[in-house]
């Protein structure tokens, strides 16, 4: 069912239950924390597609629990997470702590430091997909997270929510270090006032001397995010950041790895704009042989993009994708349990660690 929702999406009846959804930001947006057999998982409810779609959530009962229902049939229960305490405090300036970090999944931190991006204000540059700055623009974040703030957040989600990781990106402010210097000072506030464990994310910076510096600073993880791996889909697709090609990718993995360790760095990969089947699970060797892990999630078209019209991937090619992806994995000896911290331990934007846990033959029927 995981792989359904997250292609068709959910419509609400009761559009309260929608209030603590992503809606814009920085990467994938217009998703709602959805609880499934005990698994949390992202699910869009404010895209076109989860407008139409054949899946349904009953209102919530006293416990927080809906009954989902497809064409009228019902087909089982989910749960929504509770809003975070840490939500209702704000900093001694008066900004809300959730205009700082947000909670993703059921126990992830996350914050996007620069709600800015050198290409966002170039459509001529910027990625179709994204939507950093409509937060900003609505009011839902501010445009740079002080370390101190993002120090104040993470400890508060950490005592009251029981935070176990955290996520920091940023919108890419220079051609140089690429945002490696902010996620820096950050993560040593950060870890001065809790021992969180902490994933870093940027474009590969210049100077591979960057990783050490990210390393000393307390990220524990880091993620460096392809999307899309067809260098002519990057072009049309996210013509600023394809100036960096898949190959310094490759070199700037390659030098990752040796510091953050194996499957402690990861790359973010868009199934559903255009990569075939064969180039994803292509990359995707090359990826593992280095030691990176792969964290392949559908496309979730956002509202207000350039792609707020392009369809999500089938379940079927997802599932075509996933399953085999996951038995590369398990033969590389990488598993989402194993990262310290970040998107493919938190594994909510796919079905990509549901798949891990079927044994061989359930992950063949599955695909």
């Known amino acids: 069912m995981i792989t359904e929702l997250q292609s068709f999406g959910i419509r609400l009846a009761d559009p309260k239950a929608g209030a603590a959804s992503r809606r814009g930001g920085a990467g994938p947006s217009d998703h709602k924390a959805v609880t499934i057999d005990g698994v949390t998982v992202m699910v869009p409810i404010h895209t076109a597609g989860a407008f139409e779609s054949p899946y349904s959530a009953g209102a919530p009962d006293a416990d927080g629990n809906s009954e989902v229902t497809c064409e009228g049939r019902s087909i089982g229960r989910i749960s929504f997470p509770p809003q975070p305490r840490f939500y209702g405090l704000s900093t001694a300036d008066g900004v809300p702590y959730s205009k700082i970090a947000t909670l993703h999944g059921r126990d992830v931190l996350a914050t996007t430091i620069l709600q800015t991006c050198i290409r966002y204000q170039s459509r001529t540059k910027t990625c179709q997909f994204c939507a950093i700055g409509q937060s900003l623009a609505a009011g839902r974040t501010i445009a740079h997270k002080t370390p101190q703030q993002l120090a104040e957040v993470a400890k508060a989600a950490v005592e009251l929510d029981g935070v176990r990781h955290m996520v920091m990106t940023t919108g890419t402010p220079n051609a140089t270090d690429r945002g490696a210097a902010i996620l820096c000072d950050s993560a040593r506030a950060i870890k001065a006032a809790v021992p969180l464990p902490i994933q870093g994310q940027c474009e590969p910076p210049d100077d591979d001397i960057w990783?050490?510096?990210?390393?000393?600073?307390?990220?524990?993880?880091?993620?460096?995010?392809?999307?899309?791996?067809?260098p002519e889909l990057r072009a049309r697709i996210m013509p600023g950041k394809a100036s960096v090609p898949v190959e310094r990718y490759m070199t700037a993995f390659e030098a990752a790895v040796p510091i953050f360790g194996r499957g402690q760095v990861s790359t973010y990969i868009l199934a559903g704009l255009g990569d075939t089947r064969e180039a994803l699970l292509g990359i995707s060797e090359r990826l593992i042989a280095i030691g990176v892990y792969p964290f392949i999630v559908p496309f979730v078209p956002i509202s207000g993009t350039p792609l707020e019209d392009h369809p999500s991937p089938s379940p079927a090619f997802m599932a075509s994708i996933l399953g085999p992806l996951a038995q590369m994995l398990k033969d590389g000896g990488l598993a989402a349990e194993k990262v310290k911290a970040g998107c493919a331990k938190c594994g909510a934007c796919s079905a990509l660690s549901t798949f891990e846990k079927l044994s061989p033959t359930s992950v063949r029927e599955a695909a």
């Open 211 to 230: 990783f050490e510096h990210m390393r000393d600073a307390g990220i524990d993880t880091l993620g460096m995010h392809l999307e899309v791996v067809t």
